[in-house]
């Protein structure tokens, strides 16, 4: 008959029920199960797909198996990639984008269509990549060079493929000083203005008999060499700049001059810019007469008041209100004048009012008077001017008097107001700026900078308002933002602080395949700091490692020798032996394993005592044939083989050392010292090693004298291990310290004869034995054996 029992229990574990006995008074409350059985059937959640920027993998398809002399993709696809990566672009042109590009276009180059025709006309290379390339608001971070090679050979392209330029007797610019401008363009844009200048000396001097459209040509052509030297800012090109162009009466424009005047301002040679304030200028059309930029005047102003030139300030301001009523922009430069010199601003407010009162007073006397009122452009040069002093409380005030006189702020002013709000880390002041900037974001550069630079200060506060931080990035993501590299790092390390490793797979899919690898290394340099941060928990960081390893294929050797010294320093072994295989087996011979990968795992095997993960490893160096054996390998095997008890080993790796070419080190020495503490009759193999340094006259250093003692403490010599101690001082000049006296306590396996050192050091060294207790200890064989303090006696091969 089956019994009672058996059904109760069955009952009871098909029901997922406790068992529990009624009369137990200290059973168990009853427990429900938080994890169903239906669970296993749930979907998990998908990551994100890897996004690239389109069509750059076929380019690096292509030029990557040209360089490695593989079969590369059809022309017809990397033609149709060509121009869907130059159409669909919205970020800069970085320079290992450019050199993919440009590689891609040289194999085109080389295999034109059945036809013989090109895969791309020269109006669509000029209209649709050079110009996208040269007009693009990002500067390139790294070398620009790419660049200029990249547009030379878009243009030397675009001229094979429109051939001779003939004579032409119409006003408009010929093929060739088309041609001409757009190099000065290339060359100027990216950081070789003097080349540029060079090239328009020769073509583009100023004629008298020249037509309408080339003078417009050569104006633009100029200004661009300009402001290549000004921006490159070396002060001789840029005086010698601006001999030339008076030396070929160059018209000088009102950009032109802004330039000029703004470079010799930011040099504190107020002298030059005044010559330059005052030369005659042209308006871009080339009408004479035209007036300054009203910020050219609040360039100089500002100069003035840094440099203390109040009389020519002065004289600025004077020339400004000559004449009836001045134009806005001059008020402004007033207004700005007049902060500058010490005006707080309710003067300010008052000289707005008196500008107000005029204006009115000039529109009753001529009703066709403009109405001039202060606008949020004259409240963002006050605020951009308080900033440059560093004075965040004044730019508040510019602000709250921008809305005492009913200006609403625009993009700037939020975006300026979350800036200096950073800059006393006013986290809060920020996130409210922000907000007030969601309802103006147009996504103007400046803005997007902003807004990754509030993020990365969230990111990295203590008491981050995660929700929030979350709204900024999702808005940088919906209108197609640019995030900077260290954002895309701040971020993701936050997830993954937070536990949240999808999230942070995620965002790196999305964003990290779209930046330059030394963008890339940002983030990279971030992912690998989380995981040696001693803070990280095992755990998230061996799922951090494991994100570095697929999104960063590319991630150097020394850094992932540092991972795997992390994980031997966190005692998972088995953790690093993980990060050594996946160096072993990489298919990149710049990361895969070397001497020195083999010699850091085998040293952590050995701190670690992982005897079968140096089995492993050492099998697969038997098997590599991109190593060698030296004396550096040898002794990181015999020091791993003496860690895991195995010293018969270890003294072979010994025997070959002494035998090799290349011979012992002092550390070899020392490491074979070791593995003859627990080696059977390890004194004697000790003893004849003592001797040949003796015989050979070697000298004998402090490490190799401490580990033939601990050598023979460990094999039960006591007598002569005190022996040695007690004559190193006189033989040899070693002080006894905490290392030497740990290191013979350590080795001495026996707690009668511990004691009996314990009051040898007590009674003639006792600030050494406070020391040494001080480090604590621990006891052998589960706290039956003898005591061991947390002394270092690791060594190195």
């Avoid at 202060?374 to 602000?399: G, W």
């Avoid at 006894?736 to 511990?754: E, K, Y």
Wanted: glycine share 4%.
């Amino acid at each position: 008959m089956p019994s009672h029992l058996t059904r109760l229990v069955f009952r009871r574990l098909i029901a997922n029920e406790p068992l529990t006995y009624r009369a137990c008074r200290l059973r168990a409350a009853p427990h429900v199960q938080r994890r169903p059985f239906f669970e296993l059937f749930k979907q998990r959640r998908k990551l994100k797909p890897m996004v690239m920027p389109a069509g750059l993998d076929t380019l690096a398809a292509a030029g990557d198996n040209i360089a490695n002399r593989v079969r590369p993709p059809e022309a017809k696809a990397v033609a149709d990639a060509f121009k869907v990566f130059f159409a669909q672009r919205k970020g800069p042109f970085e320079g290992w984008h450019v050199a993919q590009a440009h590689r891609a276009f040289s194999y085109l180059l080389e295999s034109p269509r059945e036809d013989g025709g090109p895969w791309l006309s020269a109006e669509e290379l000029r209209s649709e990549i050079y110009d996208k390339l040269v007009a693009t608001a990002h500067r390139p971070e790294g070398s620009p060079v790419p660049h200029i090679q990249f547009g030379k050979a878009l243009l030397d392209e675009c001229t094979r493929q429109d051939g001779a330029a003939p004579a032409q007797t119409s006003s408009k610019p010929t093929l060739a000083e088309d041609v001409n401008a757009r190099m000065v363009r290339l060359l100027s844009a990216f950081g070789a203005a003097t080349e540029a200048r060079d090239l328009a000396t020769e073509s583009f001097r100023s004629e008298p008999t020249a037509s309408v459209e080339q003078k417009q040509l050569s104006s633009t052509v100029w200004s661009a060499v300009l402001a290549g030297i000004v921006r490159e800012g070396h002060v001789e090109e840029v005086q010698k700049t601006a001999d030339l162009l008076q030396r070929l009466s160059i018209p000088i424009t009102t950009s032109m001059q802004h330039s000029l005047v703004s470079y010799f301002c930011g040099n504190e040679d107020v002298e030059k810019a005044k010559f330059w304030y005052e030369y005659p200028v042209t308006t871009a059309s080339g009408k004479k007469g035209a007036k300054c930029l009203a910020s050219t005047h609040v360039v100089l102003l500002k100069a003035c008041a840094r440099s203390g030139n109040l009389t020519l300030g002065q004289e600025v301001v004077a020339a400004l209100l000559k004449g009836e009523m001045p134009e806005k922009g001059a008020w402004d430069a007033i207004f700005l004048w007049s902060a500058a010199i010490g005006k707080g601003p309710d003067e300010v407010d008052r000289m707005m009012s008196v500008m107000t009162r005029r204006n009115d007073e000039a529109r009753q006397k001529n009703p066709s008077v403009e109405p001039m009122r202060p606008d949020v452009e004259t409240m963002n040069i006050l605020v951009e001017f308080a900033m440059s002093k560093q004075d965040p409380y004044m730019a508040e005030r510019y602000v709250s008097l921008s809305e005492k006189r009913g200006i609403m702020p625009d993009e700037r002013t939020y975006a300026m107001q979350i800036q200096y709000r950073l800059s006393v880390m006013d986290l809060d002041g920020a996130r409210a700026a922000y907000y007030n900037l969601r309802g103006e974001f147009s996504g103007a550069d400046h803005s997007v900078k902003v807004v990754n630079s509030l993020i990365q200060a969230l990111c990295n506060h203590q008491q981050h308002h995660f929700d929030d931080l979350m709204v900024m990035v999702d808005d940088l993501h919906e209108r197609k933002a640019r995030f900077e590299p260290e954002t895309i790092a701040a971020v993701c390390i936050l997830h993954l602080r937070r536990g949240e490793m999808h999230d942070a797979v995620d965002i790196l899919q999305v964003h990290a395949h779209q930046f330059s690898p030394d963008q890339r290394a940002v983030m990279r340099k971030g992912l690998a700091n989380f995981i040696l941060d001693g803070e990280t928990s095992t755990a998230d960081a061996w799922e951090t490692y494991q994100i570095l390893r697929n999104v960063f294929p590319e991630t150097s050797r020394a850094r992932r020798i540092d991972i795997m010294n992390n994980f031997f320093s966190r005692k998972r072994s088995d953790m690093a032996c993980h990060v050594f295989f996946h160096m072993r087996n990489h298919e990149s011979r710049d990361i895969a394993a070397t001497s020195d990968v083999y010699v850091a795992a085998f040293v952590g095997f050995a701190r670690c005592a992982d005897a079968e993960s140096l089995e492993l490893a050492h099998n697969q160096l038997k098997l590599d044939m991109h190593v060698d054996f030296d004396t550096r390998l040898r002794n990181a095997l015999m020091l791993a083989y003496a860690a895991v008890g195995e010293n018969n080993k270890a003294m072979r790796f010994w025997r070959e050392i002494c035998e090799s070419k290349e011979g012992p080190t002092y550390n070899s020495i020392a490491i074979a010292f070791r593995a003859c503490e627990t080696m059977h009759h390890g004194y004697g193999h000790a003893r004849s090693i003592w001797k040949r340094l003796k015989e050979q006259d070697v000298e004998i250093d402090k490490a190799i004298w401490t580990a033939y003692m601990s050598a023979m403490a460990r094999n039960f010599q006591h007598d002569d291990a005190q022996a040695l101690i007690e004559s190193v001082e006189e033989e040899y000049g070693f002080p006894l310290d905490l290392q030497i006296l740990g290191s013979w306590f350590n080795s001495t396996a026996s707690n009668d004869r511990q004691e009996r050192i314990e009051a040898w050091i007590k009674e003639r060294y006792p600030e050494i034995w406070k020391e040494l207790e001080a480090l604590g200890h621990w006891v052998t064989m589960d706290g039956f054996g003898w005591r061991q303090y947390n002394i270092n006696r690791d060594l190195d091969p």
